[in-house]
Antibody
Framework: EVQLVQSGAEVKKPGESLKISCKAS????????IGWVRQMPGKGLEWMGI????????RYSPSFQGQVTVSADKSITTAYLQWSSLKASDTAMYYC????????????WGQGTQVTVSS | DVVVTQSPLSLPVTLGQPASISCRSS???????????LNWFHQRPGQSPRRLFS???DRGSGVPDRFSGSGSGTDFTLRISRVEAEDVGVYYC?????????FGQGTKVEIK
């Protein structure tokens, strides 16, 4: 059974750094793209970036390029999303999700990590 | 980015009646490999999205057959033949043919 288990909710201050995680199990982690989706309060879904853990090939949505870093550690089948300096506008729910059919079609989703940035 | 437009954005439905959601893209979603990468997802309140269909009409595991996906090119449709109470929530289409993948705005389905 495929499972994506995300790290817990975070409350941070503006300017702080943060790294959230997504532990994958039940499939070949290095064979499928995995990525991150943002959902701001009461809003829709936005792709941020994806990574192919086999060779760490990473792609970012233009809206998020330079704003976040997507990474993966294949030794522990875990994907990460990190910020170097959070803003209040980063307050959102963040989901990890895996792709099938290359980087084209999404199947499994994590449970989500709530990030709140407030002074 | 490819713009994906859903309609309607709000859909009040009567239990047992059919429902239909439209999804249109600003560019053709037929990939050079011959497939069309259009997904449909259902998100219940407080839950993660769940995939209903991949590649337009490939039904996901456990998805009831009252749901169907159809379309081609730039025009796609999700249909529910008879709405049940568990079908409430927000439905999203997503194109994965062009980078970056983009979602429609979502259609909120509620029971009248």
């Amino acid at each position: 059974e495929v499972q994506l288990v995300q790290s817990g909710a975070e409350v941070k201050k503006p300017g702080e750094s943060l790294k959230i995680s997504c532990k994958a199990s039940g499939y070949s982690f290095t064979s499928y793209w995995i990525g991150w989706v943002r959902q701001m309060p009461g809003k829709g879904l936005e792709w941020m970036g994806i990574i192919y853990p086999y060779d760490s090939d990473t792609r970012y949505s233009p809206s998020f390029q330079g704003q976040v870093t997507v990474s993966a550690d294949k030794s522990i089948t875990t994907a990460y999303l990190q910020w170097s300096s959070l803003k209040a506008s980063d307050t959102a729910m963040y989901y990890c999700a895996t792709f099938d059919y290359g980087p084209h079609s999404v199947d499994y989703w994590g449970q989500g990590t709530q990030v709140t940035v407030s002074s | 980015d490819v713009v994906v437009t859903q309609s309607p954005l709000s859909l009040p439905v009567t239990l047992g009646q059919p429902a239909s959601i439209s999804c249109r893209s600003s560019q053709s979603l037929e990939h050079s490999d011959g497939d069309t990468y259009l997904n449909w997802f259902h998100q219940r309140p407080g839950q993660s999205p769940r995939r209903l269909f991949s590649k337009v009409s490939d039904r996901g595991s456990g998805v009831p057959d009252r749901f169907s996906g159809s379309g081609s090119g730039t025009d796609f449709t999700l249909r529910i033949s008879r709405v049940e109470a568990e079908d409430v929530g927000v439905y999203y289409c997503m194109q994965g043919t062009h980078w970056p993948p983009t979602f429609g705005q979502g259609t909120k389905v509620e029971i009248k």
